[in-house]
């Protein structure tokens, strides 16, 4: 039978029989939480507990917001005399950048915890700083790490190029005067009491084993001995033979004794801007972040994206680009769900339409929605009044064959709600190549440098367009390319001359989408006007 890769990582999970299961995910609030974030932490985490519920199982999802973090913001994320200030300082203890929240954590959290309902997010957050302080496994935790630092130094060491040294202890105190929580070093531990110096305000003191922070690697095994951890996802940077996620497979099994959890290791997402192509990361702000996405997009759209992509797939995200292309992805799988369009390759039917019910947290609709390509949509928000837009869009898209049923109220909300976040995206992400205004007379210098074979051309494509019902655009184009063709002209020429004389310049959207958002009439009087 053929299967998805997540119901194959299930069914290795089933195999061990349980009644009860712990998901877990992790989230840095080093800055922005970025939309690759949500991949591996929470998107696929959430698709393994609701099919584990679908088993009968309980399961409990927990998302690691890590606030007992050390400042570790670069520029330009921040200000260098930012930086400076509060390096090493514990993140909850951070002024916001900003200044409109309470702290650094709670600036970069909150738009990510607002989001969750969106994104149909179900998992419970936990913060470490609370987690150190208030949970009793976690006290254990480090009670077990700090007994055995020894033991767990030599497991380190097989793994480490720089190795740790005799005197190795895997804490850093909070200190109390500066909430330096990076460069405090601990000189003595007795019982659940420890000493310690600040190298940033030279502080010395004594504080409890769980004001503190663990070095991460301790901190992360002791997270999985504190909740149970059965199932964890991680960067591909963790992932590497003999990384640390192997270090902290034997750390957790040699030191708590328990088995690790299961996992698999996921892939980035890159951030391209004008050509240059980064790695998203919070704490350099190479961020598109969570909160961003619900402003020009569906979120059940990136969830279908980061599903039936596999996990070991790097992605690439340019705003500009990907964001029409991924809606449009999504509408053909909605298409091909519910057979109405038939797959590009056969075998991709069964992961597609798994990807779909799983982006809609396996709750589809039960029919489907109306579809409006994202670049109709954007060419029409530009063209179109923004008083009365709704009534105007409907009108416009009966017209041009979009609609061709009465919208219901629930149709009239997505399409207000998908046309907004289209109007936005156009106006902070488009490309220059996708911002439009339709003229009312051709260019006044065009009509006289118009050459005969360019004049052919454009009798040619008014024939097209008087014939054509308006609708039907794979007609339209080769109607377009046979009058290019036929008049002698390269289809670069031809359509750099049609872009000329609808927009003023010489590219644009894709010229069918255009003059079927445009209407024909309006297109051919200014193909009338350039000939006359």
Known sequence: MVKTWLERFVDEVLK?????????????????????????????????????????????????????????????????????????????????????????????????????????????????????????????????????????????????????PVNWVPLKPLCEKCHNILTTKATNIEGEEVTYVCQKCGNEGKTKINRGKLEWRAEWVSLWYTFLVDIEFYGKDHAAA???????????????????PKGLAYEWVSLVVDGKREPMGSSEGVSFDVDEWLRVGRPEVLKYWYLVSKERTHLDFNPSITIPILHEE????????????????????????????????????????????????????????KENRLEELVKKLIRIGYLNKELNNADL??????????????????????????????????????????????ANVQSVLEKWDGKDTVKLESGLYESIRTSGLSPKEGFKLLYKIILG????????????????????????????
């Not at 939480?33 to 199982?57: A, D, F, N, Q, W």
């Not at 597609?352 to 709750?363: L, M, P, R, V």
């Open 330 to 385: 999504y509408d053909r799988a909605e298409r091909i769900y519910f057979g109405l369009e038939e797959p590009p390759i056969k075998d991709m039917i069964y992961d597609i339409k798994f990807s779909y019910e799983a982006a809609n947290d396996f709750n589809p609709p039960k029919e489907i929605r109306i579809q409006i390509p994202y670049s109709i949509l954007a060419i029409l928000v530009q063209i179109l009044p």
């Open 16 to 164: 061990e029989n349980k009644e009860r299961y712990v998901v877990s995910g992790g989230m840095a609030v080093s800055g922005p939480i970025h939309i690759g974030k949500l991949r591996g932490e929470v998107i696929y985490p959430s698709v393994i507990t609701r099919m584990l519920k679908k088993e009968g199982k309980e399961v409990e999802h927990i998302v690691v917001i890590y606030t007992q973090d050390p400042l570790k913001a670069k520029e330009p994320l921040v200000t260098k005399d930012f930086i400076e200030e509060w390096k090493g300082v514990r993140i909850l203890n951070v002024e916001d950048p900003k200044g409109c929240h309470n702290n650094w954590v709670e600036h970069f959290y909150e738009p990510y915890f607002k989001s969750y309902e969106d994104y149909g997010i179900t998992a419970k957050p936990v913060f470490t700083h609370e987690i150190y302080e208030n949970n009793p496994r976690m006290k254990e935790a480090i009670k077990i790490f700090i007994e055995n630092r020894e033991k767990a130094r030599k497991i380190l060491n097989k793994y480490k190029g720089e190795k740790l």
């Open 505 to 532: 310049k010489e590219s644009g959207p894709k010229l069918v989408s255009l003059i079927q958002a445009t209407e024909k009439e309006r297109i051919l009087k200014l193909i009338k006007e350039s000939l006359s």
């Open 242 to 260: 003999g990384g640390s996620r192997d270090s902290c497979n034997e750390l957790y099994k040699e030191i708590f004794g328990l088995n690790y």
């Open 413 to 458: 909300e997505f399409l207000a709600n998908y046309s907004s976040k289209v109007a936005y995206w156009v106006e902070k992400y488009a490309s220059e190549n996708m911002k439009i205004k339709i003229l009312e007379a051709p260019p006044s210098n065009l009509k006289e440098k118009l050459s005969e074979n360019e004049r052919k051309m454009l």
